[in-house]
């Protein structure tokens, strides 16, 4: 057993990490008015990163619970989650929203387990984030008039708020950008069920036909690694038809089993063969060379969200909205675009 004291964290330590006066720590720490939200966004992550006992912020709202969508093989919250539940987090302690969190496979996204869910924290409000709801939890929210935010997520009947980067046109962009570099036979490597990804495709495809070119859609069953599975998608498509000489991946995991795998049979990349991943995880920098993507700010996704609810607790009865985020393309060994 370790008998090491933790060490108490004081006001001044937040204050000297964050770069800023003991005097503006305490004012944040005890919710005065007058700082900037990016100030107090900051202080409030130094002190949770560091274990200070946090106050709650004026409960001025009823409470909420975000459900995180499990990852099915592996059992962990991805790394695209990771960012959305520090902006969740950061903007509903801005907000004085209580903000519980528990991860959940979709399968089990039933009412009966999404209302017990609430119920366990006092919830009223609910963050679906990288679920979309199936028909019989959406007539139940529907039908208790739950207020709801997809995030990550679209209703493409508009009957729940959400917001998501802007899919559609990210993926149209993407695709852009190697029609741009010369390519017109491209491979789009996806695989899943979920509205998000169906308008990536849609926008992949979309670009395409814009130029005549010719757009293959190839998915994958995601039943254990998204890089193997790109990978050996990849040998066996250029086995067949090696006249392709690009891809626009789903993202950037999948973006990597395609690198390794035109690698691996010979090809120069960007050369012979060019790749743009999306998300922009830790991933695509890693790689080597350095991919192509797309940036999705996921920290601005969950304060999105966090100010969606805000707005509908305090006005239940206006119209559903959907909000999109653009995505930044970001430059990577895997593209030519001329050095820009």
């Known amino acids: 057993m370790n008998d090491t004291p933790t060490k108490r964290f004081r006001q001044s330590d937040i204050a000297t990490r964050a770069g800023v006066s003991v005097s503006t720590v305490s004012r944040v720490l005890a919710n005065e008015p007058g700082i900037s939200e990016d100030v107090r966004r900051q202080?409030?992550?130094?002190?949770?990163?560091?274990?200070?006992?946090?106050?709650?912020?004026?409960?001025?709202?009823p409470g909420t619970l975000a459900l995180i969508a499990s990852n099915g093989v592996t059992g962990v919250l991805s790394i695209f989650y990771e960012g959305i539940v520090e902006g969740l987090r950061s903007e509903a302690a801005l907000k004085g929203i209580p903000f519980d969190i528990r991860l959940i496979s979709e399968a089990k996204a039933t009412?009966?387990?999404?209302r017990d869910l609430m119920d366990s924290?006092?919830?009223?409000?609910?963050?679906?984030?990288?679920?979309?709801?199936?028909?019989?939890?959406?007539?139940?929210?529907?039908?208790?008039?739950t207020p709801v935010i997809l995030v990550n997520g679209t209703d493409p009947q508009l009957r729940f708020e959400g917001v998501s980067p802007s899919n559609f046109f990210g993926a149209h962009a993407a695709t852009q950008r190697l029609i741009v570099?010369?390519?017109?036979?491209?491979?789009?490597?996806?695989?899943?069920?979920?509205?998000?990804?169906?308008?990536?495709?849609?926008?992949?495809?979309?670009?395409?036909?814009s130029v005549g070119g010719e757009a293959r859609v190839i998915r994958?069953?995601?039943?254990?690694?998204?890089?193997?599975?790109a990978h050996a998608a990849t040998l066996a498509v250029l086995k067949e038809d090696p006249g392709?000489?690009?891809?626009?991946?789903?993202?950037?995991?999948?973006?990597?089993?395609?690198?390794?795998?035109?690698?691996?049979?010979?090809l120069s990349v960007p050369k012979d063969f060019a790749i743009v991943g999306f998300d922009d995880l830790p991933c695509a920098e890693m790689s080597s060379p350095r991919l192509a993507t797309m940036r999705v700010d996921r920290v601005a996704l969950g304060r999105e969200a966090v100010g969606m609810m805000h707005f509908r607790f305090r006005h239940p009865e206006a119209p559903a909205r959907h909000v999109s985020h653009a995505v930044?393309?970001?430059?990577?060994?895997?593209?030519?675009?001329?050095?820009r």
């Open 244 to 266: 392709f000489s690009a891809a626009f991946c789903m993202n950037d995991f999948v973006a990597v089993g395609v690198l390794e795998a035109v690698t691996e049979i010979g």
């Open 328 to 339: 930044i393309p970001v430059h990577g060994g895997t593209l030519d675009e001329g050095q």
């Open 111 to 114: 009412p009966e387990t999404v």
């Open 181 to 209: 570099a010369g390519h017109r036979r491209i491979l789009h490597l996806t695989g899943s069920h979920r509205q998000t990804i169906r308008e990536r495709i849609l926008g992949f495809e979309t670009a395409v036909a």
């Open 220 to 229: 994958l069953p995601f039943e254990t690694n998204a890089s193997v599975e």
């Open 43 to 61: 202080i409030l992550k130094v002190a949770s990163d560091l274990g200070y006992p946090l106050k709650a912020g004026p409960k001025t709202s």
């Open 121 to 145: 924290v006092a919830a009223q409000g609910l963050f679906l984030v990288g679920i979309d709801p199936g028909e019989a939890l959406s007539a139940w929210l529907m039908e208790s008039r």
